[in-house]
């Protein structure tokens, strides 16, 4: 295990975060050490993990943005290392959440963070890819992803997750307005509505966090 100084200390944490900053610390802390020894974050991500990766997907979770509503059932598509879904979980005990991703080597390190957390309750990890997983997973309120694929690409493997009024919640660049220009068919084809990109997380991380989000069902 890597000292607590590698991923470095939790920096001023945002009221409604500040009850969850042990939590989010020890995470921070296997990020660091299992996480960059097994590959599922680059070395040089370390000094910036909390700037770079927790708070700018927990910024996403702020109960007072409302993406992410009371209560909900979260999907997280591409999960990776848990970025965005375990830092939600984390920050939003509240909510329910399915870390899906195909690859072995990530579920074992999510699996077991998700047992050095106590959040075993909470979130289930789901090994498999998401355009397999409207077969086998429950339906959610609220399906995410973050730096998985184009948005032509992520709403055909996200989309059908969501129950009818569910929305789409990815976390995305500079280029989301462009995105969603291109994905115009794919929107259509998908019936994703009221699809906009919204800054979040002014303030507290620079820059702001980008979201592209949406929601399924017929048209208003």
Known sequence: MVSRETSGPPPDL???LV????????????????????????????PRLWERHLLNCAVVADPAVNLVPSG???????????????????????ISVVLIEPLLRRTTFLQETVEALGLTSQVVVWRGRAEAGSDTVPSVDVVTARAVAPLSKLVGWTVPLLKEGG???????????????EAAQELRTWHLHDVHAVQVGVGVVDPPTTVVTGRRGAAD
Not at 167 to 181: D, F, N, P, T
Request: proline content about 6%.
């Open 167 to 181: 929305h789409l919640v990815a976390l995305k660049g500079s280029s989301a307005e462009q995105e969603i220009e």
């Open 72 to 94: 909900c059932t979260v999907g997280d598509v591409g999960s990776g290392a848990g970025l965005p879904g375990l830092v939600w979980a984390i920050a939003r005990p509240d």
């Open 14 to 16: 945002p009221a409604w």
């Open 19 to 46: 009850g969850r900053a042990d939590l989010l610390s020890t995470y921070a802390d296997l990020l660091a050490s299992a996480g960059v020894e097994r590959g599922l974050i680059g070395p040089r991500e370390v």
